[in-house]
């Protein structure tokens, strides 16, 4: 496993523009200086995604801003048009907590909503860390990277904090009849398939939960954002699924618990 994307640009790009955003710490997402950090450098943390299994996963939610061009693709699968929509951020509300994005279709010259839509990025997470920011300190210190780096993907954790943020939210979302749009990538939306066997999640209009899936495309040195596939659910569907979850074995528990007891107060059989 390796970075991939340092402060916005693949490793392997020598461009001028990169060897700047390196320097600079800057992040052409934001188009300002990388916002993440870590407590072990005394830089930003600028690993946009990384190489793990032969994929470029995407660990920081920021990546996901290139271009706006996710927010134009939703708005003109939802609204029909991008024209009189504004982006808002961080918008909270009670009992339901915070929403990463709000998509405010207007009536122009005036303030009157005409419709809205939620977006929510959702990154991957990494384990072992401190691996991928020995990582990142070897590139700025030498722009030379070890062969691999023992990190790994924590993508089921990933999965279990958002599958309850996509209960509590589309329920909501269900009952104001109103679209919210989960961002993610592919492997990630697949891995949740596979893990609470969901089915029905066929894309259609009319379900209020939507899925737009992206992934990491090559070219010239520099990778793109590029929509794959669009999925979209019901609660009730997401709700049958993480409630019919297999029942782990009790014995099994016990005899997993009775090692440990051995372990702990030195027992023999």
Known sequence: MQPNEIFTYPKENISQEAQDAVNNHFCRFLDKICDKQSRTISYP???????????????????????????????????????????????????????????????????????????????????????????????????????????????????????IQMLIKGQVMEKWNKNIVWVMQNYVYENMVNRFQLSEMEYKKEKNTKYFLYDLIGKNNVDYLTLVDKKASTIANLLKAFTHQDTPSLSDFIEILTEKIKEKIKIKD
């Open 45 to 163: 943390m600028g690993v946009c995604s990384v190489w793990h299994h032969n994929k470029k996963a995407i660990i920081c939610p920021h990546r996901f801003l290139e271009d706006n061009l996710v927010f134009e693709q939703i708005s003109e699968e939802v609204f029909g048009a991008k024209d009189n929509v504004l982006l808002l951020q961080e918008v909270k509300i009670t009992n339901v907590g915070s929403f990463d994005f709000v998509l405010v279709k207007f009536k122009p010259l005036t303030s009157k909503v005409e419709d809205f839509c939620i977006v929510e990025f959702q990154s991957d997470s990494t384990t072992s860390t401190g691996q991928l920011v020995e990582s990142l300190k070897d590139f700025m210190d030498t722009k030379e990277l070890k062969e691999k780096y023992s990190f790994g993907l924590n993508t089921y954790n990933t999965i279990k904090l958002s599958y």
